[in-house]
């Protein structure tokens, strides 16, 4: 069943849109991506910016010592070596690595646009038109031969971090659309997800938290120490999109090692309810930070959502003073246009900042019938061709609209289905070993720009409203 909405309300602006939305209180969570070092980022037309001990105690529940574990050896050369023209798992362990005999588990003005919605779960690979899974299949197989020994993709900075964990919710997305888990043995690319997941653990850390934020009282938050909002997000997407919430944590020295995957998340999303800009409702770079950005903020949401959502299993407990800061965060930076701005209403208005708040209005539970998403909606139709007019396009920009879309469950904006558009767009840009040319906001020679290629054309992102 589908259902025709979008005629645009003339005379609303954000003001008088969010009177209700303020009200609406979510229960999921998520937002989008953009790298920024020092300067934000997220417009087709902008400047370029960044993207930005022991074993884990306390009482909570999640410590396992009877599941299965993520036990798989790394090569002894953990360096930034990359596995190039070898077999996807030449080199790798086996699915009894430990030989203990179990398996090893690791702009213009206001217009009337006719929007379409129907509903639907995660995707199924058979379901994507021929081409556009041809594109990804090859796409793959040019990821995984750019990881290094050590499971990281790209270089060890805050690029690599990046890269890193859009490759392994890459990956877990390819597996679970092909209906089988990321961590079963007979999944061709398991031990290349466990391999990155473990190189994320070996990172994070545990900080003390306030009773307030503590969702499963352990008294702890987990962050990837000194890394942005931008990358702890991106971490907790892979550490959710595989679903493994049993899974448990086997990486020496990582102060989660021994945790399941389930504590680590709930931990991971304490940690954000800390860092959340009170005053406003959003995130910056930092934590803490005295001000929000719409840039920062959607990575932070869309990790959230993956963490709560039920198609993911782990469902988290995000605080209800979370979605009510997120709720005036997001009444405050939409524009009178329709479009997200970045840190203040009016300020880089753009489709990528817009992608995101379509998917953060998701998580309030606006859906298509309301005027601010329909206002989003009419932006994003008015400025359509702005990310995919280059070549490259805006890889970065069109998968943030893409998580938007599918969190709202928009199949055509206007006359445009965009998910065949933007997979022609793919299609003509991908180069012949596979991969995407570096794009806008990319500094991984191709890595983030093929991430975010292959997430747009499998449309991998929490779907719908729960």
């Avoid at 919605?117 to 995707?123: A, K």
């Avoid at 890459?170 to 597996?175: G, I, S, W």
């Avoid at 910056?284 to 990790?303: A, E, F, K, M």
């Avoid at 975010?452 to 449309?459: G, M, N, R």
Wanted: glycine letters at 10%.
């Amino acid at each position: 069943m589908s259902h025709n909405v979008g005629d645009h309300v003339p005379g609303l602006r954000k003001h008088a849109w969010f009177a209700s939305t303020s009200r609406v209180l979510l229960a999921s969570g998520v937002l989008l991506l953009a790298f920024a070092a020092g300067g934000g980022c997220g417009s087709s037309s902008s400047t370029q910016s960044n993207p930005g001990g022991g074993s884990g105690g306390g009482g909570a529940s999640g410590d396992a010592s009877t599941d299965a574990t993520n036990d798989v050896s790394l090569p002894s050369d953990a360096s930034a070596d990359v596995l190039k023209d070898a077999p996807v798992a030449e080199g790798w362990p086996t699915a009894d690595a430990n030989a203990d005999g179990a398996d090893d588990v690791q702009e213009t003005g206001p217009i009337d646009a006719d929007f379409s919605y129907d509903g639907g779960g995660q995707t199924v690979w058979n379901s994507l038109p021929d081409k556009c899974r041809d594109a990804a299949e090859k796409g793959v197989v040019w990821l995984v031969s750019q990881q290094n020994a050590n499971g990281s993709w790209a270089s060890a900075d805050q690029y690599g971090n990046a890269a890193t964990g859009l490759s392994v919710v890459k990956l877990e997305t390819y597996a679970i659309e092909k209906g089988i888990s990321p961590f079963d043995p007979n999944f061709v690319y398991r031990n290349q997800v466990i391999a990155g997941l473990n190189y994320l653990f070996a990172q994070l850390a545990t900080v003390p938290l306030a009773a307030q934020y503590d969702m499963n009282s352990d008294g702890l938050g987990v962050r990837m120490s000194g890394e942005s909002n931008y990358n702890n997000a991106i971490a907790l997407m892979a550490i959710t999109a595989g679903r493994g919430v049993t899974q448990v944590v086997h990486v020496p020295g990582s102060q989660v090692d021994g945790w399941t995957y389930e504590r680590v998340a709930q931990d991971m999303v304490d940690a954000f309810a800390e860092c959340q800009v009170a005053s406003q409702g959003g995130w910056r770079y930092s934590c803490p930070s005295g001000n929000s950005d719409n840039s920062v903020s959607q990575y932070v949401t869309l990790g959230l959502e993956y963490a709560e959502h039920p198609d993911y299993s782990f469902m988290a407990t995000i605080p209800q003073f979370v979605r009510n800061g997120l709720a005036n965060w997001v009444a405050f930076i939409q524009d009178g246009s329709g479009g997200s701005s970045y840190a203040s209403p009016g300020d880089w208005v753009n489709p990528y900042k817009t992608g995101a708040l379509l998917q953060q209005h998701a998580l309030l539970h606006n859906d298509s019938t309301t005027p601010p998403v329909q206002a989003a909606l009419n932006y994003l139709n008015a400025h359509w061709n702005e990310p995919i007019s280059s070549s490259p396009a805006d890889y970065m920009a069109m998968w943030s609209i893409m998580k938007g879309l599918v969190a709202q469950q928009i199949n055509t904006v206007g006359a445009h289905d965009w998910y065949q558009e933007y997979c022609d767009v793919l299609v003509a840009q991908q180069q012949g070993d596979g991969s995407w040319p570096a794009s806008q906001y990319d500094a991984t020679g191709g890595i983030l720009a093929t991430d975010w290629a292959l997430l747009v054309l499998e449309k991998a992102a929490p779907a719908g409203l729960y």
